[in-house]
């Protein structure tokens, strides 16, 4: 079966400090892979994707995240984080059958930024 | 550009009443889905509409219906509410020819029923 497994549900990191949000999925299709930021009261906004090509993604706000086939996961990355990446961050994945996609949300990570 | 936009923002209704929710699409965008957030937790597929009609749908009972118009804007309907259908219901858009599901979120409609 399809699941989306976010392994973290609360990351706390001093600002400036690097972090790392994980993210594994289950799959015997093929996928595709995103990674989506929700601020306070707001709906999400795509953060990065991977379609197809280098493994390596960028994405907006200084944040990437790389594909490992092998150890099916798409963590996310940030080499420096500040105030303002408080959120609430989700990995989503679609599973592209035969004759149809269907997309799986995991239950979130909440980055929580400490001055 | 305007994005995907939702209405109404918030909204409170009793167990038993019946609410609609609507959404206009990114401009460019062909494809309506519809997901319930509660709190803490991650989105859940509700259903998707591309060409008027439901493509997919998710794990919620018949209580739950949509409506796609030909402008592409979408309307979600629930009826005999119950308490734990409060949460924040969100459209999203996308374009069917990507397949990938790249989705454009609105800023999604709290609806609290007591």
């Known amino acids: 079966a399809q699941s989306v497994t976010q392994l973290d549900s609360q990351v706390p990191v001093f600002e400036e400090a690097p972090v790392e949000l994980r993210c594994n999925y289950s799959s015997s299709v093929s996928v595709y892979l995103f990674w989506y930021v929700q601020y306070p009261n707001q709906g999400l906004q795509l953060l990065l994707k991977?379609?197809?090509?280098?493994?390596l993604v960028k994405g907006i706000n200084g944040f990437e995240a790389e594909f490992n086939k092998s150890q099916t996961s798409f963590h996310l990355r940030k080499p420096s984080v500040h105030i303002s990446d408080t959120a609430e961050y989700f990995c989503?994945?679609?599973?592209?059958?035969?004759?149809?996609?269907?997309?799986?949300f995991g239950s979130g990570t909440r980055l929580s930024i400490r001055p | 550009d305007a994005g995907v936009t939702q209405s109404p923002t918030h909204l409170i209704k009793t167990r038993g009443q019946q609410v609609t929710l609507r959404c206009s699409p990114k401009s460019g965008h062909d494809t309506v889905s519809w997901y319930q957030q509660a709190l803490g937790q991650g989105p859940q597929f509700i259903f998707q509409?591309?060409?008027?009609?439901?493509?997919q749908r998710g794990n919620f009972p018949d209580r739950f219906s949509g409506h796609q118009f030909p402008n592409y804007s979408s309307e979600l309907n629930v009826n005999a509410l119950l308490l734990g259908d409060s949460a924040l219901y969100l459209c999203a858009s996308s374009l069917v020819e990507t397949g990938a599901n790249v989705l454009t979120f609105g800023a999604g409609s709290r609806l609290t029923v007591l």
């Open positions: 989503a994945v679609t599973f592209m059958y035969s004759s149809a996609s269907k997309i799986i």
């Open positions: 991977y379609l197809s090509g280098s493994t």
């Open positions: 509409y591309y060409e008027e009609e439901e493509r």
